[in-house]
């Protein structure tokens, strides 16, 4: 199905004189049935173009060239810098991006060059990986996507625009959108895990919260939906794997999240590093034009991921950079990423007809379009302003919203004998493990200007809560790395002499995010070891713990009295952690990517398949592990809080759908504890009989529902045709006849359903 959206738009050219982005055209795609709507996204703009089309007419090929050229600074690389002397580059007219520079005042000496120094003037763009927060850091984004709080991820991206977009930067390369289902791989960190509609909100949110609804606004970025595609598939977890998933599941499981934030506005996307059924994302036109462009209609632009363009070199693709830089463009990338394979070889490329020049005007556009939407042409210095840098940055409303969203990312696994919230009323208490006192670690990979020193860490958020009175025994062991059993000792006789032990547990910032895969996912060093220990002393212990990907903890889960999963929590985790620990609050997210009993069930999630011989613990020819549970220890959508609640049975108002039709789902809920608490009640279906085998169950809704003590509510959804349908035999995406179970509760195992037919 394609639509050429680019000849639609001459129907829109009565807009034109209208100097704002406030139109919105809705073109509607039958699909089988199922009606998309391509959008037109609120920053296109018809005056611009008329802007675009006189300055494309004034550009030299090498400056075209230059604005599909993207340069790293030399602050914080992450790969090989091969130019030098980019200031050289930028006067020259033939560089049009930036990275990893930032600060108000640096950006703007850099963009005055570009300004002032060059033949058109046209003004820089300056990119940076903000992930979760610029100077302000939250708590990474698969924690955040365990909060199930859309809001919460919309907020704190909006936070981080504000901050980052005061120093000077004007593009973030976030959010990533991979769905990742392999807890080895480091990335899963970065995204918003295992599921696929959780990741359609959670990813569309983010750009509503990086790029607010106008990118004129001086306080918006673009953001940059990544890594298309599929880079969440890597083989056995290994980033940069190769990723070898079939034509249907490319399609139901890893790029509905890229449509959804496409549909939210998108600006930008960037190409992934892995390849696909043989071709290399960067140089894969099936994705970047027949997907992107011409079924789905996106009007940003593509921008390659880090020197993926040279990388088709040792893919085996490509002979050398020439042919890769071929490759990359003919299949739709508009801008190469350090890589300077455009740099080189373009010109000459199109000088000698291997390259149309259509295709060079096109990408050039794309870019140009970002620049006039961020309102770079009307004042080029407006993101460089050093007097709202410091207004804006790390600012106390900031550090709140993250304390709050950290708390609300916080997931309880385990609370025996209600061993949390503890009481404050404690003599002393014993905390145990380096992460305790950590700040660095706090912040986690891909931490922008995040800062050691800026961080409440835990050891710092017990103090403060608990006063003078308490004595807080702190025992600096660093059982993560290596052998070493330093420490221990003198943490088992602290642990010995307390009222409560808290153990920080987990990995160090650098063993997730990118180039962090790890083949055991159990806990590093010799924490295992501690744990035994400790539980030898038979004082009940509460673990935190810190951790970019799901754990293998069986041993632990076994041990401890109560586990707190805090992850990377940012700049507040001191404070959240204590206001959790304590009962100020109380957790309420839940298990966005399942954490497995032992690595070897890698990978397990919910929304799998039954097969032809569902485990049957009696039979032996059934599917299953002779060593090993089918389930995992924390299976998705789970996590406890300091009270509990009960599921009545789910009631549909209708039994029967058609195609426009809707159904209404209700449950009661009932809070059966002694304390208010926050459930998030999840609505998941499973296609009973269709044309190709259906997952176990699919996240389709799910609502974030406070309760106090004893208080019943009614939650109601509603379901659509959208929801049931998928990628059916023919590939057509819509519904099916036939029966649908519909399962509401509090986490992926929920067992009460009710079942509806579509008709
Ligand atoms: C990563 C991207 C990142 C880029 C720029 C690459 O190595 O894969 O996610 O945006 O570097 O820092």
Request: charged share 25%.
């Amino acid at each position: 199905m394609c639509v050429n959206i680019m000849q639609n738009l001459g129907a829109a050219n009565h807009f034109s004189h209208s100097t704002k982005v406030s139109f919105v055209l809705l073109f509607i795609l039958t699909v089988a049935g199922i009606q998309a709507q391509t959008v037109v996204p609120a920053w296109y703009n018809q005056v611009h173009e008329v802007e675009i089309d006189k300055l494309l007419d004034k550009m030299t090929l090498e400056e075209k060239v230059g604005q599909m050229t993207l340069f790293t600074s030399d602050w914080d690389v992450t790969g090989p810098t091969i130019r030098k002397g980019y200031e050289a580059d930028i006067k020259s007219g033939r560089l049009g991006a930036i990275f990893n520079a930032h600060t108000a005042d640096y950006n703007r000496r850099l963009q005055k060059i570009a300004v002032e120094e060059t033949r058109l003037g046209i003004p820089l763009l300056f990119g940076y990986d903000v992930i979760h927060g610029y100077r302000t850091i939250f708590p990474i984004p698969l924690a955040e996507a365990g909060s199930f709080n859309p809001a919460a991820a919309e907020e704190s991206a909006r936070i981080a625009a504000r901050e980052s977009a005061a120093a000077g930067l004007h593009w973030t390369f976030a959010p990533m959108v991979d769905i990742a289902r392999d807890p080895r791989w480091g990335r899963v960190m970065e995204g918003a895990g295992e599921d696929v509609y959780l990741g359609n909100v959670m990813g569309a949110a983010r750009v509503r919260g990086f790029q607010g609804d106008d990118l004129a606004d001086p306080f918006t970025l673009l953001a940059c939906a990544k890594h298309f595609a599929a880079y969440g598939a890597a083989q056995a977890g290994r980033d940069y794997h190769t990723v070898d998933i079939s034509e249907r599941v490319l399609h139901d499981i890893y790029l509905p999240p890229f449509k959804a934030v496409l549909d939210a506005g998108a600006a930008t996307f960037m190409t992934s590093f892995n390849e696909l059924d043989g071709v290399p994302a960067t140089a894969n036109e099936h994705l970047l034009t027949e997907i992107l462009r011409e079924d789905w209609g996106f009007m940003g632009f593509v921008v390659t991921d880090y020197t993926s363009i040279n990388e088709m070199i040792p893919h085996g693709i490509a002979k050398d950079e020439a042919e890769a830089g071929l490759l990359a463009v003919n299949a739709g990338v508009d801008m190469d990423m350090q890589g300077a394979v455009f740099y080189n070889n373009l010109r000459k490329q199109v000088e000698n007809g291997e390259v149309a020049m259509k295709m060079i005007d096109d990408a050039v556009r794309r870019v140009l379009r970002m620049k006039f939407a961020l309102g770079l042409f009307d004042d080029p210095y407006r993101y460089s302003d050093s007097e709202r840098e410091k207004a804006n940055i790390l600012t106390p409303a900031h550090r709140e919203a993250a304390r709050r969203i950290a708390r609300e990312s916080m997931i309880l696994l385990k609370n025996d004998n209600e061993t949390l919230p503890l009481s404050k009323n404690l003599k002393r208490i014993a905390v145990i493990g380096s992460l305790a006192d950590s700040g660095a670690d706090m912040i986690g990979a891909w931490h922008a200007d995040g800062r050691a020193e800026d961080v409440v860490t835990l050891l710092t958020g017990l103090k403060e809560a608990l006063g003078s009175a308490v004595k807080v025994d702190f025992v600096d062991v660093d059982a993560i790395k290596g052998t070493d059993r330093k420490g221990f000792d003198e943490a088992l006789k602290a642990a010995r002499s307390a009222d409560a032990v808290i153990l920080a547990l987990g990995e160090t910032w650098e063993m997730s995010g990118e180039a962090a895969s790890r083949a055991d996912i159990g806990l590093p060093g010799v924490q295992d070891q501690l744990v035994e220990e400790l539980s030898q002393t038979g004082k009940p212990f509460v673990a935190v713990l810190f951790n970019g990907r799901p754990l293998a903890i069986p041993e632990l889960d076994k041990k401890a009295a109560a586990i707190l999963e805090a992850w990377f929590p940012g700049t507040e985790a001191g404070h959240a952690i204590a206001d959790l620990l304590f009962g100020d609050d109380a957790p309420s997210a839940k298990v966005p990517l399942t954490f497995p009993r032992s690595v070897g069930q890698v990978p397990v999630f919910y929304a799998a398949k039954n097969t032809g011989r569902p485990r049957n613990p009696n039979e032996k020819y059934t599917s299953k592990y002779l060593d090993e549970e089918n389930s995992p220890l924390y299976p998705f959508g789970y996590g406890l809080t300091y009270t509990t609640f009960s599921y009545g049975d789910p009631v549909a108002d209708k039994t029967e759908m058609n195609r426009n039709g809707k159904v209404k789902i209700l449950t009661t809920v009932t809070n059966t504890g002694k304390r208010t608490g926050t459930e998030v009640v999840q609505l998941y279906v499973r296609d009973l009989a269709g044309s190709v085998t259906r997952p176990l169950r699919e996240l389709k809704a799910f609502q974030r529902v406070e309760l106090s003590a004893g208080e019943s509510k009614t939650v109601s959804f509603e379901l659509t045709a959208e929801d049931l349908s998928f990628y059916r035999r023919d590939m057509t995406f819509g519904p099916e006849a036939g029966e649908y179970q519909v399962f509401v509760g509090g986490d992926s195992r929920a067992e009460k359903s009710v079942t509806i037919t579509f008709k």
